[in-house]
């Protein structure tokens, strides 16, 4: 059974953090990683490619780690912490394009079942497909 | 080691901290009318505490200089700008060879490639990319012709300034501004504009060989 931990890149610590409460709410009892770098350090709105990287670290058991972030300096952080890391990590790394919580959801549902790197990846990009079925 | 040592390039880094702090409140006043309002407050914390990252440990060379600079830069910004610049200062520093104003036109360039990478901006996107390029351009030119590089840099800013005005009248097609569409035109882009300050602090600050 793999071990694939997520990453939240927000600019905002408190859109991060409920984020990742929503989609705990759904995985109760489970250990999967869902590690946060949101924020600015004085509490700002921002994002830190450093502490992506920092979070990247921590949530990666060697099966893989899943970044879902929101926009804009988001985005290009993530990218820029793929250049901070080790060559042995970065390619277990996936940046994702899912919508931040309803890929998060999704992806933290399967990665808590044991799913591999590129099924957590896959799950989170499909994170907009209940919605879009509901609403026609 | 040639004119471009450790001490010339931090006065140059230190002349761009003091002109984001100068014109801190311009940059963000251009950023309200299309984008976040945040520019000239993310580049004054980000120049100002790689300032203070140099003064706490003073770098061993030029490129462990510019890397401290790079990495304050990702992480203390906080809006695009940090990875942005961050990554230029990050590859200045690696293409970095000698202090030969041959070379720090080709460690410009390089850091230039890595915002344009970094960013995926062409030309009249209305970026930083349209001074940046200019000024890459108008440096190597000047200094493959064998100008001295106060003269070869001062030909860069104002190609750097030139290409600012430049796109003043078009549509934003990346960033925070692409999201306002038609209303971004006529309006200054202000990564740009900062932009211009950068190739200003190296034309006042690098010696002329």
């Known amino acids: ?136 | 080691m040639a004119a471009l040592d450790t001490d010339a390039l931090g006065t140059w880094v230190r002349e761009y901290a003091r002109a984001v702090t100068e014109h801190r409140e311009e940059l963000t006043e251009l950023d309200s009318a299309i984008g976040d309002a945040d520019h000239g407050t993310n580049m004054h914390r980000g120049m100002t505490a790689a300032v203070a990252a140099l003064d706490a440990t003073p770098p061993a060379d030029a490129a462990a200089l510019l890397k401290t600079v790079a990495m304050t830069m990702i992480s203390k910004v906080g809006g695009t700008s940090g990875p942005l610049y961050g990554t230029f200062f990050l590859r200045m520093s690696g293409a970095l060879d000698d202090g030969s104003p041959a070379a720090f036109a080709a460690a410009f360039r390089a850091g230039v490639d890595g915002v344009v990478a970094r960013g995926k901006a062409e030309l009249e996107d209305k970026t930083m990319v349209d001074a940046l390029l200019p000024a890459a351009d108008a440096l190597t030119a000047a200094v493959e012709a064998g100008q001295e590089l106060d003269a070869a840099l001062r030909a860069a800013a104002d190609a750097a300034a030139t290409g600012r005005d430049s796109v003043t009248p078009l549509v934003a097609r990346k960033g925070r501004a692409s999201y306002l569409g038609e209303r971004s035109a006529g309006h200054v882009d202000p990564g740009a504009a900062s932009a211009v300050l950068l190739v200003e602090a190296a034309a006042t600050t690098l010696p002329g060989s």
Not at chain 1, 17 to 34: D, G, H, K
Not at chain 1, 84 to 98: E, F, G, I, N, P
Not at chain 1, 125 to 133: F, I, V
């Open chain 1, 1 to 136: 059974m793999a071990a694939v931990g997520i990453v939240v890149v927000s600019h905002s610590r408190p859109l991060a953090e409920a984020a990742v409460e929503l989609a705990r709410q759904m995985l109760p009892n489970s250990t999967v990683a869902i590690e946060v770098a949101a924020g600015t350090d004085d509490g700002g709105l921002g994002t830190d490619a450093v502490a992506v990287s920092t979070a990247i670290t921590a949530a990666d058991t060697g099966d893989g780690v899943v970044v879902l972030m929101d926009l804009g300096s988001a985005v290009m952080s993530a990218e820029t912490a793929l250049e901070l890391l080790d060559d042995d990590v970065r390619a277990r790394v996936v940046l994702s394009a899912a919508p931040l919580v309803e890929g998060l959801v999704g992806a933290a549902v399967v990665a808590a079942g044991g799913a591999d790197r590129d099924r957590v990846a896959a799950e989170a990009l499909r994170g907009l497909a209940p919605k879009q079925a509901h609403l026609g």
